[in-house]
């Protein structure tokens, strides 16, 4: 069984950066693809950004393309968000998973872990 923990989220400042950690254990987790998805009140579940396993290939959401940075450290077993520019359309409540679907990596029917997510608020 793989668990998945978040941390990292805060209130800022529009503008502002910050850095999302997700700490996996159980299974194996570098056979995997993971990514970061997002909540926001009242909103669908939306893609952030997925990385490859070996971490060569990354992919993001239109609305983060250039602002957000995904990475991981298998040896340490985490997954990375680096954030920013934040703007107050990226307040949302963000989560990793794991991708165990070889589907279309955008859609959160693809993962099958997931954290329970890490609230991040963004004032302008």
């Known amino acids: 069984q793989v668990q998945l923990v978040e941390s990292g989220g805060e209130q800022v400042q529009a503008g502002a950066s910050l850095n999302l950690s997700c700490a996996a254990s159980?299974?194996?987790?570098?056979?995997?693809?993971m990514g970061w998805f997002r909540q926001a009140p009242g909103k669908m579940r939306e893609f952030v950004a997925v990385i490859s396993m070996d971490g060569g290939t990354t992919y993001y959401g239109d609305s983060v393309k250039g602002r957000f940075t995904i990475s991981r450290d298998n040896a340490k077993n985490h997954l990375y968000l680096e954030m920013n520019n934040l703007k107050s359309e990226d307040t949302a409540i963000y989560f990793c998973?794991?991708?165990?679907?070889?589907?279309?990596?955008?859609?959160?029917?693809?993962?099958?872990?997931w954290g329970r997510g890490t609230q991040v608020t963004v004032s302008s």
């Open positions: 159980g299974r194996p987790w570098s056979l995997w693809d």
């Open positions: 998973a794991v991708r165990t679907q070889q589907t279309d990596w955008r859609r959160d029917t693809a993962y099958g872990y």
